[in-house]
């Protein structure tokens, strides 16, 4: 990973019998990209092809001198989260180990550089493809690898609680939360594995998971969807649910997508929610919209999912580009 060497026989700080067991038993395979896509604001979206024909997508979003990966953790994604393009393309597989630290390698060797942080943000549930997850974060943090530290590498979950508490186990990671609502009954419909995982299951387990180290905050992750989770009385009512738990809010603009009947909240709404929180003394931020020109942002990665027979799924996006085009 450090030398971006891909020969076993080129590896010569490794001894010659390791070479050889090596070219009996692995091989270095990178992601086959098959589309680059630059966006105006230096955001550049790569589309993967994996061996079996299936697509998936990375992104890089420079930033001054950060630069971070949103790595994505399966091919589609079964959470079906009402507000999200990938969601409506169905789930067909977990990534492996390779294919998710592959995004990084190939973004390591496209920059020139190792980025400075990694995200778990792209196409997929990472905590429902625990074990590939767990092994491509080690990866990212490891000396011989990308050398992040674990303040630089997040994991972005909608909450799948018992794989929180293993996850504490096993990692040391940053934790980001898809948040969305102050209550069930709106979790509910927005978030639908809150019915399985309900808020007073999820907050104890964040709690839990940022508890031993003082420096550590979870990250909530809230879209702003117009008319339907932007009031300042749900912001009181985060503010309450949020008590106790050491907490950074991340506003979310809504990236729409064809097909969608929800709205951005406007953006003096987003301003006012903001503010409501901040006066409760809850850091929050705007998360700025990047790449949306290229359908990079947030909530907009769709891939190309196929479904066992090998055909693919037509998404929502691909049938509203075709309709424009005749
Ligand atoms: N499945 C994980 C990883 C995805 S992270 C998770 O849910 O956390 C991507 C983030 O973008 C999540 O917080 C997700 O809820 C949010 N998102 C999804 N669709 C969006 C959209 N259309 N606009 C803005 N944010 C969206």
New binding site residues.
Partial sequence: HKHGVTDFDAMTDLSKKLRASLHACAEVRLPKIIFEQPSLDGTVKWVMELADGQRIETVYIPDGNRSTVCVSSQVG?A?D?S????AQQGFNRNLTVGEIIGQVWHATRQMGKAPTNVV???M???LANFEPVVSAMDLMQDDLAYILSKYRVTI???GIVPNLYRLREVSDVSL???L?APDNALRDELVPINRRYPLEELIPACREFVRNDKRRKVTW?Y?MLDGVNDSISHAKALIRLLEGTPSKMNL??????PG?SYRSSPPERIEAFRQKLMKAGIMANLRKTRGDDIDA????LVGKVQDRSGRTLVSLRQRHTRELAS
């Fill in positions: 994604c959470l989260c507000f999200c393009s990938t778990m943000m792209g997929g549930e990472p972005s979950t909608s980001a939360v898809s969305h992750e879209v979310i603009p809504f990236n729409p997508f969608t942002a947030c909530g907009q």
